[in-house]
């Protein structure tokens, strides 16, 4: 079991930045792949970002795209959620997920573990 842990979530304009962590506390990410989801009131969760564990390969959902950055520091069992220019639109929980695998997974009915989300609000 690993568990995961947000952080870094809250309120700011539109225009800002925030920046998410995802830790799990005495696991290491080796060989795991990493993902950020988030979800909506009244929709759907939606994939944001994926890294892989080894060549750093990332892939990112269009509406993020040139705004957001992944990243991970596998020394510190630790993945980033760079978030910005936010809009109104980004108001969302934001999850942490992973994955044991090699391969960067953007589908999240493929992870196996999940964190239990940050709260980011970005107002007008």
């Known amino acids: 079991q690993v568990r995961l842990v947000e952080s870094g979530g809250g309120l700011v304009q539109a225009g800002g930045s925030l920046r998410l962590s995802c830790a799990a506390p005495?696991?290491?990410?080796?060989?795991?792949?990493m993902g950020w989801f988030r979800q909506a009131p009244g929709k759907e969760r939606e994939f944001v970002a994926a890294?892989?564990?080894?060549?750093?390969?990332?892939y990112y959902a269009d509406s993020v795209k040139c705004r957001f950055t992944i990243s991970r520091d596998n020394a510190k069992n630790t993945v980033y959620l760079q978030m910005n220019s936010l809009k109104p639109e980004d108001t969302a929980v934001y999850y942490c997920?992973?994955?044991?695998?090699?391969?960067?997974?953007?589908?999240?009915?493929?992870?196996?573990?999940w964190g239990q989300g940050t709260q980011v609000t970005v107002s007008t």
């Open positions: 997920a992973a994955k044991y695998s090699l391969m960067v997974i953007t589908n999240g009915y493929e992870y196996d573990y």
């Open positions: 005495g696991r290491t990410f080796s060989s795991y792949a």
């Open positions: 890294v892989d564990w080894s060549t750093y390969c990332t």
